[in-house]
C-alpha cells in the first residue's frame, strides 16, 4: 500500500539546465497536485492535473514551467532553464476524486540551483 | 493577498500541556478545512479537518474547532508529547491554500 512517492528526493542543477521531477500517486488516486515551498514559506498551489488533463494551473509561473499526468506512467513537473530562484522543494500530492476531501502528500524534492 | 493565515510562526509548550495553534482564513466561500503536520524533510501529513457545516471535530488527542463568524478554526492537542514537535499546516479545501506554518516546539 505505497504512499505518493517522487523521484529525485534530492536534485542539482546549473543555471539553465532542466529539471524533471516525478511522481506517482497512491493507487487508485487519479488526481495529482503540485505544490512548492520556498524556503521560509508555506506550501504554494501550482497545478492540479488528472489523466491527460491539466484541470488548473493558475499557479504556475507563466514562463518555464510545465506539468503533466499521461495515462500511463507518472506526473511529471518540468522546470526549463532553471534559476537560483527556483531553488525550492516541491510537493506531489494525490487524491481519489475531485470531491474527495483529503490529499496525500509525497515526501517531496529538493530542487537546488547552484 | 494571503487567503488563509497562521500569525505564530512558532510555539513552545511544555509536555502533557495543551497546544493551541490558530489559524484565520478571509474566504467566506471556504467549506472544507484541514490541518497538516510537517516533519523536517517530509511531506506534509494530514492530521484532522473540518466542515464548514460543523464547529468542531474531535480525533484522539487532537480537537479541531471552527468560528465560522471570526473565520477562525484552531487546532488542539491535548496533552502535548515531544513526538508533537513539528510545523503545522491549516489549509482550505479544494487546491489547497495553505497557511505560512506554526513551529510547534513541545519540551519535556
Known amino acids: 500500500n505505497a504512499g505518493v512517492m517522487q523521484n529525485p528526493r534530492h536534485l542539482v542543477r546549473r543555471r539553465g539546465q532542466e529539471a524533471r521531477l516525478r511522481c506517482s500517486p497512491m493507487k487508485g488516486h487519479s488526481h495529482v497536485y503540485w505544490y512548492r515551498q520556498l524556503p521560509e514559506e508555506g506550501l504554494k498551489f501550482m497545478v492540479y492535473?488528472?489523466?491527460?488533463?491539466?484541470?488548473?494551473e493558475s499557479g504556475m509561473p507563466k514562463e518555464r514551467f510545465s506539468a503533466e499526468f499521461p495515462k500511463e506512467g507518472p506526473s511529471i513537473l518540468r522546470i526549463q532553464q532553471v534559476v537560483r530562484g527556483d531553488s525550492a522543494a516541491y510537493f506531489c500530492?494525490?487524491?481519489?476524486?475531485?470531491?474527495?476531501?483529503?490529499?496525500?502528500f509525497g515526501p517531496g524534492t529538493r530542487l537546488t540551483v547552484l | 493577498d494571503q487567503q488563509v493565515k497562521q500569525n505564530s510562526p512558532s510555539l513552545s509548550v511544555q509536555e502533557g500541556r495543551i497546544s493551541i495553534l490558530n489559524c484565520d482564513y478571509t474566504?467566506?466561500?471556504?467549506?472544507?478545512f484541514l490541518w497538516y503536520k510537517k516533519y523536517p524533510a517530509e511531506g506534509p501529513t494530514f492530521l484532522i479537518s473540518i466542515s464548514s457545516i460543523k464547529d468542531k471535530n474531535e480525533d484522539g488527542r487532537f480537537t479541531v474547532f471552527l468560528n465560522k463568524s471570526a473565520k477562525h478554526l484552531s487546532l488542539h492537542i491535548v496533552p502535548s508529547q515531544p513526538g508533537d514537535s513539528a510545523v503545522y499546516f491549516c489549509?482550505?479545501?479544494?487546491?489547497?491554500?495553505f497557511g505560512t506554518g506554526t513551529r510547534l516546539q513541545v519540551f519535556p
Open positions: 500530492a494525490s487524491s481519489l476524486g475531485i470531491h474527495a476531501d483529503t490529499q496525500y
Open positions: 474566504n467566506s466561500m471556504f467549506d472544507y
Open positions: 492535473l488528472q489523466k491527460e488533463n491539466i484541470i488548473d
Open positions: 489549509a482550505a479545501r479544494g487546491k489547497l491554500i
